[in-house]
């Protein structure tokens, strides 16, 4: 709850939480781009990116 919040009387922003199966769906999307990029820099880090 932040400061303003607290001061104002306000009501903190209801959570927006994610499933397990959407944080395991985007914990996968961010490792397959991880390894692309990091194929990428192996070969040199120069010249387009084909993975996208």
């Known amino acids: 709850m932040g400061l303003w919040s607290v001061l104002t009387g306000g009501k903190p922003a209801a959570p927006t939480g994610r499933t397990p199966r959407e ?20 070969r040199g880090g120069i010249g387009p990116r084909k993975d996208r």
């Not at 781009?33 to 990428?40: K, S």
Request: glycine residues 4%; aromatic residues 4%.
């Open 23 to 42: 944080q395991a769906r985007r914990a996968a999307e961010i490792h397959r781009i991880d390894a692309g990029t990091t194929a990428w820099l192996r």
